[in-house]
């Protein structure tokens, strides 16, 4: 079979020419090319967007219509897709509502819902007829499904309130439910809206919170022009008939005014009045003054069920005659329960807590198993405290109730006293009240630890003076000690030593031989040294205050120990005191010292004799000084000399303490001992 060939034919190697050339042409793409960033072009994709924070805002470019305008320059646009805006600036334009603007820039993330950061802002150059206003409820409004749409919605005027000089809103009944509308135009007069019908078109808006939450909604409108009346007010409604309070509840529905008449309770109290129409008694909201207790009133405003009964806000009132002030209803707990609200009643309560404000002083009392918030306009006296029994006159409204089968009954009130003279103390709060016995109790934890803290310190300063007895006990037992063993060496070492003395000194003038007589002189001599060393040794365990004395104290007894011995004036000086050193440092001190004075006596044959204790803060040492005036020596022939002058002891001593020691002297030119001591000072 022949072999086949690749390719097979021409028209085969142009195919696999081509097939190769794009594969080159894929293949040598760099391999980090990204696709282009998408331009966003529709309302709907603008506000959709949210820009993550660590990256780059996408283009847009958008066509649209103007339909709303804010004071800031914020402007709101809206295509066939949905409503976006342009981010407010100093430098947009005011187009008119309708405009079609064509705006590039880059995407801007609004509180919301996205917006655009305006590059350039292009007029198309041909007006259109506003989009029509989207129809919603006061729920479509809550739900923010329509924010930043131009909407309209109709409603029954409720109340109009100025904000500052520039605004002012319109509260708007819509359904069961209110609505604010606010104006960014003021006119010189309000318009007559209260309970007139409205139909509103504005921006469906609202305030945001930090989770991006609608807050409060509310409708923003340009001015006026933008209100539709559809339903003027009455236009005499005072002289509409009253409404039988028991009617109240029922004309809620009807979403207007109606009018009511009672004889006041007594003045304007927490915002309103409390009117009493025969044996029933009515809440009336209203911004109205100067109505006295015992005034006739009449009253129009929108009925609104409250907690417990139906009451009337955003009321006018007009005074039409007067009568006298209605006694206030005595009730019991059990009466409490069953209902009064918005009434004067009188009742006895029992004061759980009280509370001092600026104003005014307010109780949280409890009548039986209801609890009533008693609010005072003055302080009242201080004998009105937790646990005393008051009768309180003042008007009610029920803030808490629960449900008993079909029927609803008050467990909570608030009670506003007219004056200081509606509440009145039947008993005076016990004097274990809560209060004092809390003081007790904290005055008592306080004796406990302060007790506590007593028995502590009380314990240490045993244990200090138990330690302080007991070192005292130690040390007299030490001492103790160290006079029986000096007793002994005394008694016994020291006789001998002196019985050997006394025989060695009658041998020697009979030996006639020099050497051996040489020898026994030797020998009595060291003997004699070994006697004064045992007397030494004797009197330092007798006197074992030195080595809890400090240093100079230590060296003065032990000078004043040798000068009783000696004619000889021996002389101390110190320019340091109480100087605390090592025992075993002081005990080398003392006996280098001793040595030196004692060689200085017996062999020197020194009229004079100092001893000197400095401190050299330049090098941080101590120095001990022994000089003395006597015939002197050679220190080299000493050193020579096996035990000649106990140079060598010194020496021992002074090694032991890591101290130096210096031996000066001269035939002829006396002695001068010096240890130097580093890092006791």
Request: proline fraction near 7%.
């Amino acid at each position: 079979m022949p072999v086949p060939v690749w390719p097979p034919s021409s028209f085969s190697r142009i195919a696999f020419a081509k097939v190769l050339l794009w594969s080159l042409a894929v293949f040598c793409l760099p391999l980090g090319a990204q696709s282009p960033v998408q331009t966003l072009t529709t309302a709907r994709d603008i506000s959709a967007h949210v820009t993550p924070k660590d990256g780059d805002p996408p283009p847009v470019s958008l066509d649209a219509v103007v339909t709303f305008m804010d004071p800031g320059n914020t402007i709101f646009l809206q295509d066939d897709t949905g409503v976006t805006f342009i981010r407010a600036a100093k430098s947009n334009p005011r187009p008119a509502i309708g405009t079609r603007l064509r705006v590039k820039g880059v995407t801007h993330s609004g509180l919301i819902i996205g917006g655009i950061k305006p590059e350039t802002i292009e007029f198309l150059g041909r007006y259109e007829p506003p989009p029509a206003p989207r129809e919603i409820t006061q729920d479509d409004l809550a739900s923010g499904r329509y924010h930043y749409h131009y909407v309209t919605l109709s409603g029954v005027g409720r109340s109009l309130h100025r904000v500052g000089e520039n605004a002012f809103t319109l509260r708007l009944l819509t359904g069961a439910k209110v609505v604010e509308v606010r104006f960014d135009e003021v006119p010189t007069e309000l318009p007559p809206w209260v309970d007139a019908e409205l139909r509103i078109k504005g921006l469906a808006a609202g305030d945001i919170n930090d989770r991006r939450e609608l807050v409060a909604p509310y409708i923003r409108v340009r001015s006026i022009d933008d209100v539709e009346l559809l339903k003027r007010p009455p236009t005499e409604a005072f002289k509409s008939p009253p409404l039988p309070l028991p009617e109240l509840q029922r004309a809620i529905p009807n979403a207007h005014r109606v009018k009511i008449q009672g004889v006041a309770l007594s003045a304007p109290v927490a915002g309103g009045l409390f009117l009493r129409q025969g044996d029933e008694s009515v809440f009336v909201q209203t911004d109205d003054t100067g109505i006295k207790a015992g005034d006739v009133v009449e009253a129009l405003g929108f009925p609104e069920m409250g907690v417990f009964s139906a009451h009337l806000t955003e009321a006018e009132c007009r005074v039409v005659g007067s009568e006298p002030v209605p006694q206030p209803t005595v009730e019991n707990p059990g009466g409490l329960q069953d209902g009064r609200d918005a009434d004067l009643i009188t009742t006895e309560v029992q004061v759980a807590q009280r509370i001092d404000r600026d104003h005014g002083t307010e109780l949280v009392t409890q009548a039986g198993p209801v609890s009533i918030e008693v609010t005072s306009p003055t302080v009242l006296p201080r004998e009105v405290q937790s646990g005393a029994l008051l009768r309180v006159t003042g008007l009610s409204r029920v803030t808490a109730t629960r449900s008993d089968g079909y029927r609803a009954k008050p467990t909570a009130y608030r009670l506003w006293p007219r004056g200081p003279e509606d509440v009145v103390i039947l008993r005076s709060t016990p004097w274990w009240n809560s209060e004092r016995i809390g003081l007790a109790f904290a005055a008592l934890v306080a004796l406990a630890l302060l007790a506590l803290i007593w028995i502590a310190l009380l314990r240490r300063q045993v244990s200090r003076q138990f330690a302080v007895i007991e070192a005292k006990a130690q040390r007299e037992a030490i001492m103790e000690e160290r006079q029986r063993i000096a007793r002994e060496f005394h008694d016994t070492l020291e006789q001998e030593l002196a019985g050997l003395s006394l025989r060695l000194d009658a041998a020697l003038p009979r030996v006639t031989d020099e050497k051996a007589h040489g020898l026994l002189d030797q020998q009595r001599r060291l003997l004699g040294r070994l006697q004064t060393d045992t007397r030494d040794f004797v009197w330092d365990l007798r006197d074992a205050s030195r080595q809890d004395a400090p240093l100079d104290a230590a060296l003065r007894s032990l000078m004043e120990h040798l000068q009783v011995n000696t004619a000889v004036p021996l002389k101390f000086e110190s320019n340091i005191t109480e100087l605390k050193v090592p025992p075993l440092v002081q005990h080398h001190l003392l006996r280098i010292t001793r040595e030196a004075v004692n060689n200085a006596l017996k062999y020197a044959q020194a009229r004079n004799v100092s001893v000197s204790l400095a401190s050299d803060p330049s090098t941080n040492s101590l120095n001990l000084v022994i000089t003395d005036d006597g015939k002197g020596f050679d220190p080299s022939v000493a050193r020579a000399l096996d035990g000649h002058f106990g140079i060598r002891g010194m020496q021992e001593r002074t090694k032991k303490m890591g101290a130096d020691l210096e031996v000066v002297s001269a035939e002829g030119a006396g002695t001068k001992v010096k240890v130097g001591i580093k890092g006791v000072v």
